[in-house]
């Protein structure tokens, strides 16, 4: 495209493999890996590959894994797949690590919350280990062009799994490849900043460095008393009072932001721009890592926010503007069509051409005359540029709708 320039006085790398587009977490399942397509095609429509460095990731080494997950549960990670889940799970060395049944449990759950019932939060499917280790290989490589200081901004949709602890997975996460990349960078950096503006709290990564005075964790998200069900939104942590380990050198070096449901653009800018700002200035990072989850969002088939694209993109302008080493991260989302207006948009502002997009579609993203399909879907105008915040324009079949055409 001809109006894509690239960024002056910066360079952005882009880390991707298409390979992790075709997995499926089971047919029920909220996390569509698919939204990266829809994600990739709007960013080469646009053209913003001329404004980029782009890399093919390479999966991560289970060496590299280990630096913070179990050894254990590296080795489970690597081997399992469908058919050996069973069989390995009675091996006495990852047996020890099945929870114990809880009555109120609504599946299987298997050694390190996987299983391979349908439903279950975090699924033993086809092609995982591939999955995993490649999202976090490309989390990896991105952290590796910002420590050599070949990039100023490095970027990883398919990364941001923030929930996975040292030795379990939890809410579609299983490698924590935040935590892996923040360690990488302490090797480098002073200090490290991470913020998260998915609807959900980043426990995984919090609680990993709730000992380190080195890295702070700034987490926003959905939090308040039980619903109407009696659950609480998920995971249930991240109080405004959770602070890193109390009477640790890390006490103070953990911040959450605890918001109810329903915040718009403009109150969730205010908290964002004043909180992140005054959480820069007191801690001076050296480098920032910027977790995307698009699932803060207006209309997201989980989150409970009501953002427009436009202002979640403007949390990826303002934490550029600290013009430190920035590695952004994607994270959750869950209305595929929204997820992908708002990284494209964001990769845009990353490479200095947010102001740049045309509204309009590119020109090859349009749908082809109902003629040219097998099924008559073309209607015209393809889904406006920016996300309404409407909390039912959130359906599946709205999804496929956008598939069939790409
Ligand atoms: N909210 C929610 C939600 N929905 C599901 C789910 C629905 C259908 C399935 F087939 C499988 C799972 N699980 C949840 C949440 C997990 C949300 C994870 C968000 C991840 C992220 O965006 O932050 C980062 C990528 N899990 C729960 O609410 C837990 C349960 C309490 C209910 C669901 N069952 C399966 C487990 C227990
Ligand atoms: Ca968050
Ligand atoms: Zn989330």
């Known amino acids: 495209d001809k109006g894509i320039t690239r960024p002056r006085g910066h360079k952005v790398s882009f880390h991707y493999n298409s390979q992790i587009e075709d997995m499926h977490f089971g047919k029920t ?72 049944k809880h009555e109120y449990d609504s599946v299987d759950l298997g ?10 939060d975090c699924p033993v499917f086809d092609g995982m280990s591939t999955y995993l280790f490649l999202y976090t290989g490309a989390t990896l490589a991105a952290t590796h062009q910002l420590t050599t200081q070949n990039s100023d901004i490095a970027i ?72 109407d069900t009696g659950h609480k939104f998920f995971p249930g942590t991240g109080d405004l009072g959770d602070i890193g380990l109390r009477g640790s050198v890390g006490e103070h070096f953990a911040l959450n932001v605890p918001i109810p449901s329903g915040i718009d653009d403009r109150q969730y800018k205010y908290l964002f721009e004043n909180i992140t700002q005054r959480a820069i200035d007191a801690f001076k990072p050296s480098a920032i890592v910027l977790q995307c989850g698009a699932d803060s969002l207006g209309g997201d088939r989980l989150g409970q926010f009501n953002l427009n694209v436009k202002a979640h993109g403007e949390c990826v ?37 947010g102001a740049t997009l045309p509204a309009a579609l590119p020109m090859h993203l349009l749908p082809r005359p109902a003629a040219f399909t097998k099924r008559g879907h073309g209607n015209g105008t393809l889904f406006p540029t920016f996300a309404r915040s409407h909390p039912n324009d959130c359906r599946d079949a709205d999804n496929e709708y956008m598939v069939k055409v790409l």
């Open 111 to 120: 050694p390190f919350n996987l299983s391979t019932s349908p439903g279950a």
């Open 156 to 227: 990883n949709w398919s990364g941001g799994l923030h929930h996975a602890h040292k030795s379990e997975a939890s809410g579609f996460c299983y490698i924590n490849d935040i935590v892996l990349s923040i360690l990488d960078m302490l090797r480098v950096y002073a200090r490290v900043l991470y913020i998260d503006i998915d609807v959900h709290h980043g426990d995984g990564v919090e609680e990993a460095f709730q000992r380190q005075p080195r890295v702070m964790t700034l987490s926003y998200h959905r939090y308040g008393p039980y619903d």
């Open 29 to 100: 399942h909220p996390m569509k890996p698919w939204r990266l397509t829809l994600t990739k095609h709007l960013v080469l429509g646009y053209g913003l590959q001329f404004a980029m460095d782009t890399y093919q990731a390479v999966a991560a080494g289970k060496d590299q894994v280990r630096a913070f997950h179990d050894p254990d549960y590296v080795d489970f990670l690597s081997e399992v797949a469908p058919e050996t889940f069973e069989g390995l799970s009675r091996m006495p060395r990852f047996a020890k690590h099945t929870p114990a």
């Open 317 to 353: 302008a303002f934490v550029k503007r600290a013009r430190l080493p920035l590695l952004i991260l994607g994270g959750g989302g869950y209305t595929a069509r929204n997820v992908a207006r708002a990284w494209c948009y964001e990769t845009a502002i990353a490479s200095d051409n």
